[in-house]
C-alpha cells in the first residue's frame, strides 16, 4: 500500500510541476531538439550503511539520459544509472530507471535545469551480507538540478546533483536499524545535443 501512495504523491508532483511551468517564458535553447547526457556519477552511501555499522562507503558508477521536448521549458526525461563498490565485504550494484520532467531556463552560456523522476531500482541479491532474502527491487524517485555549460553548438558540459529515494529491506532483524533510504547523487560529464 505504501508503494501505491509513492507512485499517487510522484504523479502528483510531476503533474503540478508541468501545470505550473508550462506556462513558463521558453527560450530558442531550451525548445532545441533532444539531449544525451553520459557521465561520471558519484552515490553517497552504500545500501547497508546502517546506524550499527561503521561503514558508510560511497559508490562510484555512471549516468545516461535522453531528454526530448514537450512544451516550452519543459523536456520528457528518461534516465539510468548504475553503480559499483563493496561495504561490509558485501558487493553493492545498484541499477535505477527513472522516467520525468525537466524544466530549462537558459541564462547566458548556461542553462539551469529541474528535475522530478521516479522509477524502479534493482540491487544484486547478496547487497547486505547477511542471512535470509534481502528485497532487490524497490520504488525510487529523484529530485534535483544542475547546470548545462554550452561549449559548442552542439556540446555541453553538466555537473548535477539530486536527492535520490530508495526502500531497500532487509528480514526482520532486532539487531540492524536505521538502513539508509535518502542518498546524494552527483553527477558530471557531456551534453551532446541532436
Known sequence: M???RDWLLLILLLVSTASVFSQAASSTESRQGNQL???????SNSFNGHASATSHTPLNGWEASFTHPLSGALRLKFDESGYYGTSLSSPQHPLFFLGGVEYVRPLGKASFFL???GGYG?????WWGGEGPATTSSFT???GGGIDTRMSARLAFRVQADLQYANFT???ND???SLPN?????SAGPVFRF
Open 175 to 177: 539487531q540492524i536499524h
Open 37 to 43: 547526457f553520459v557521465g561520471y556519477s558519484f552515490f
Open 2 to 4: 505504501s508503494i501505491r
Open 141 to 143: 524517485a529523484v529530485g
Open 170 to 172: 532487509i528480514p526482520t
Open 115 to 117: 528535475e522530478g523522476l
Open 122 to 126: 534493482h540491487l544484486n541479491s547478496d
Open 182 to 186: 535518502y542518498f546524494a547523487r552527483i
